[in-house]
């Protein structure tokens, strides 16, 4: 029976992959001669593009080298780490059980089915046959799922690839919720080192116990709670968790940009007035002289003249009927009232105060929408410095 074709708008929606990540790699025996696989305890990278490689190096660690794999040259990167933020792009994550002979693969089974000749299973036949089955004929538990790198500048996916019985169990855990989620969604990638012992009484004292060691791809999703991930809530979880973590990007960035920003003095400030062209040039060096606490009595007189100048001239009341010109509220003078707070900047204010607290990301989330009604992402910042002061006075435990 052949599969029915893949709907159109699903292969459109499909990412490009740009690369593989691995787990292990091959090495060539002294003895034999002959390539032999070995585990890795941090992630390697593989992909046909170097530009790719070289941003996971700088990024993660690592040297970028030539890599000569089975379809051509390619450029590969063992990393120092052991775990990585990633995006999950939506998918069907179903384990099979494979096997692969000549570069190709030639069965692949779920134990009951071979799918590719839609036969009963040939290793539990085998079995049941008493027929000989050696290791290298017996179908091994293969998962794979497409990984987007958070850190990476690619829209690409990066293949991740398991043959253990670990990841086929552990990796398939959300694959409903992922395969319907609306958008990629945030997790951390990491890979663990797993130790089993096997007791072969058949063996003499001292070698009845076999230990190994193998290593295990473990997806961890911080920001979600059961029942989001199992009530139906798991996109908007990972809208407000992707959110949450471009907020406090930006605000990190932001201090960085910040903290090698020369101050400028007063007197620079009061130079700078006067090259202003409008009333939010006034605003910004308003802004600017305060932050650099260089906001004195006579920067606000100069700015304030300037604002001044700015200002919309009122029309000549008719002759016929005179009537008294109203005042004017001075929404184009700038004073202390009328600095609206960045709220990027309040938020990382907050996220410092949050935890001096020991609040996690959900945690502060809840604060705010029990404390303002709504989410940080839609609060302007005097909401935001409303709530960081509520805070900072212990009304918000």
């Not at 290593?215 to 407000?240: I, K, N, S, Y």
């Not at 202003?276 to 260089?294: I, P």
């Not at 938020?347 to 989330?365: P, T």
């Not at 404390?371 to 900072?392: I, M, N, Q, W, Y």
């Amino acid at each position: 029976m052949r599969r029915p074709p893949m709907p159109i708008k699903q292969l459109q929606a499909r990412l490009t992959q740009v690369g593989v990540i691995r787990l292990g790699q091959q090495l060539i025996s002294k003895k034999s001669g002959k390539p032999f696989p070995s585990k890795l305890e941090t992630l390697r990278f593989t992909s046909p593009s170097k530009p790719l490689i070289d941003a996971v190096a700088a990024a993660y660690g690592g040297e970028v080298k030539k890599w000569d794999s089975p379809t051509g040259v390619q450029w590969e990167v063992i990393t120092g780490a052991k775990e990585i933020p990633v995006l999950v792009p939506p998918q069907r994550i179903d384990p099979n059980l494979e096997h692969w002979g000549n570069g190709f693969r030639d069965r692949m089974c779920d134990g009951d089915v071979e799918k590719i000749r839609q036969q009963p299973c040939h290793c539990a036949a085998a079995q049941l046959a008493g027929r000989p089955f050696g290791p290298r004929d017996i179908c091994k538990p293969t998962t794979r799922m497409a990984l987007m790198l958070a850190d990476i500048p690619s829209l690409g996916t990066w293949k991740l690839e398991s043959h253990g019985w670990n990841a086929a169990a552990e990796l398939p855990t959300l694959a409903a919720s992922i395969e319907s989620a609306p958008q990629p969604i945030p997790a951390r990638l990491e890979v663990q080192k797993r130790e089993k012992k096997d007791f072969d009484p058949s063996k003499g004292d001292g070698e009845q116990v076999e230990s190994k060691v193998f290593m295990v791809p473990v997806l961890h999703f911080d920001w979600l709670t059961p029942a989001q991930a199992f009530g139906g809530e798991l996109g908007a979880a990972a809208r407000a968790a992707l959110g949450a973590a471009a907020t406090q990007r930006h605000a990190i960035e932001a201090a960085k940009v910040e903290s090698t920003r020369r101050k400028f003095t007063a007197d620079e400030y009061i130079a700078m007035a006067d090259d202003t062209k409008n009333v939010e040039q006034v605003r910004a060096l308003w802004k600017d002289a305060k932050d650099d606490e260089a906001l004195t009595d006579e920067v606000k007189a100069a700015l304030n003249a300037k604002a001044a100048e700015f200002a919309p001239k009122p029309e000549p009341t008719p002759p016929p009927k005179p009537q008294p010109e109203p005042e004017q509220p001075p929404v184009d003078e700038v004073v202390d009232a009328e600095v609206i707070p960045d709220p990027d900047e309040v938020w990382a204010q907050i996220q410092g105060v949050a935890g001096e607290n020991g609040w996690n990301a959900e945690q502060l989330e809840q604060h705010v929408v029990a404390h303002l009604g709504k989410p940080s992402t839609v609060a302007d910042g005097l909401e935001l410095t409303r709530f960081l002061d509520a805070v900072k006075a212990g009304e918000v435990a």
